[in-house]
């Protein structure tokens, strides 16, 4: 078989080295001889500096792939949307993708709650009261993100990708969501794409997903076939 690289996705807050290497992701795929594409999403992590409106993810995911033709991907939560949107723009530059955290509940790719309160928690001086503003914040901090940088690509528009869009993408689709997560259920999604299955972790929340064992172990076994 083709050695087809592999292209990760960070999700909301984060960056290809806080959600990709610290968790292990890139030395197990490197152990298994595959080759690991890097994208860091407008407004975070090596992108920061750059405007957050001015590359949609979509593009920005696809720009990443640079010269090959045809790739593997993984992307979580706001990363899985961002996925989902390219390889329905060009399905086929993708041969197998895997979105993680993502389902029914949060079309605009961001978390359960107001996305103003989650923006306005990045840009305030103080911590917010909100739990999931202050999950944001501390998780933008933490990968060393500038706060205000996310809080424009939260302020930027991301159209959600629409069924018949998700109808175009054509192959093999692995959705892993944690029975905790408040993005499912994923039924809608499973069934608005063509070839599409789910890998549900008992315990996990959606945090937690990119970082359980279960999920590292599904997604690498399902990129392998």
């Known amino acids: 078989m ?21 968790t292990g992701w890139t030395d197990i795929l490197a152990d298994e001889g595959r080759t690991v594409l890097g994208v860091d999403l407008p407004g975070h992590g090596t992108s920061g500096a ?15 792939l640079g010269e ?17 949107a390219a390889a329905a723009e060009a399905p086929e530059r993708f041969r197998r993708i895997a979105v993680l955290g993502v389902g029914d509940q949060d079309p605009a790719g961001t978390p359960n709650g107001p996305v103003l309160s989650v923006i306005a ?25 500038d706060r205000h940088a996310v809080a424009g690509y939260l302020r930027a528009p991301h159209p959600a990708v629409k069924v018949a869009d998700l109808a175009r993408i054509d192959l093999p689709v692995l959705v892993v ?12 999604l499973l ?22 064992f279960r999920c590292i172990e599904a997604v690498t076994r399902f990129l392998g076939q």
């Open 50 to 64: 750059q405007d957050p409106a001015g590359l949609s993810p979509a593009t920005a995911v696809l720009a990443a």
């Open 177 to 188: 969501l944690g029975d905790r997560d408040f993005a499912g259920p994923a039924d809608g």
């Open 68 to 84: 090959h033709a045809r790739a593997d991907a993984v992307g979580f939560s706001a990363g899985g949307h961002a996925l989902l």
């Open 121 to 145: 928690g990045l840009e305030s001086d103080t911590e917010p009261d909100d739990q999931t503003a202050r999950v944001i914040r501390r998780l933008a901090v933490s990968a060393g993100n």
């Open 2 to 22: 083709v050695d087809h690289p592999i292209l990760l996705v960070h999700g909301l807050a984060s960056s290809f080295e806080h959600n990709w290497r610290a």
């Open 191 to 212: 069934a608005a794409l063509p070839d599409a299955r789910l890998a549900t972790l008992a315990g996990v929340d959606h945090f937690g997903t990119p970082s359980d």
